[in-house]
């Protein structure tokens, strides 16, 4: 099977790449955390992994992926975190058969922030650090078939990036690492514990971006991206809007686009 590519499917070395939901690049103004993560699928003979999970919000549609997409939950075999944060975790619960995947550098860090002051789903990670699929890693680990985990801090202590070698080349999945576009272009970042530590993981995410050409780079909350003549070019088009109920009757709404 040759290489493809588009916005939601990447088929790359044996291995299909579905992004079943794209995160977003945005926070909410006056309502606290919005939370819109990337949540993707990777196929590898009888072997499914997901990166990442996403929060409550974000269990409908991975359910109606799988119901159209003739999966259970069981089917899942690898759930493979980047990091503890609630928008990215949550749902490991969903997965009854799947091996948890998660730093251990990451995890032992989640335990230890005082509960009800952070965005880490305290009884979550605590549930996560007492079942017998919990499988702890570190830099350079392999955690798929083609596929590796890499430190990339400053979001978190012990955020992950993993990269999937697809022969020609590779999936580069970074979470919250680097969230979107603007951070992998201006080398800043927003939501970290240490700018100078970021920093420095962004210029090693790049480095792992280049070392193939035609390489994808799927960020935690943003469209999947390639680099173009030495910048970053979004794959497809950005999917998010909103419907609110602004008058008296319930069938009559209003559609917000999110897209920019």
Known sequence: MSDTTDAKHFSCGGHEIDIIVHGYPGKSVCHGSLGWSTIA?????DRKALVDVGSFGQRKLLLEYFEANKLKPADITD?????????????????????????????????EQPWGETVV??????ELSQTPDLRKVGEGDVVFPGMTAHLAPGHTPGCLVYVLDAGTRDIIFT?????????LVSGDT?????????????TNIWELWRRKPGSVLVPGHDLPMVIDEGV??????????VTAWFGADMNETTLISLTG
């Open 41 to 45: 699928l990777i196929r590898h003979g």
């Open 79 to 111: 759930v493979l975190l980047t990091h503890s944060h609630y928008d990215h975790s949550i749902n490991w619960v969903l997965f009854p058969k799947a091996d948890i995947v998660i730093g251990g550098h990451e995890l032992e860090w989640s335990l």
């Open 121 to 126: 789903p305290e009884l979550y990670m605590r």
């Open 175 to 183: 979470g919250d690492a680097c969230k979107n576009r603007a951070e």
């Open 190 to 202: 927003d939501m970290t514990y240490d700018l100078g530590v970021s920093r420095a993981s962004i």
């Open 232 to 241: 970053p070019r979004y794959l497809g088009e950005r999917e998010a809007a």
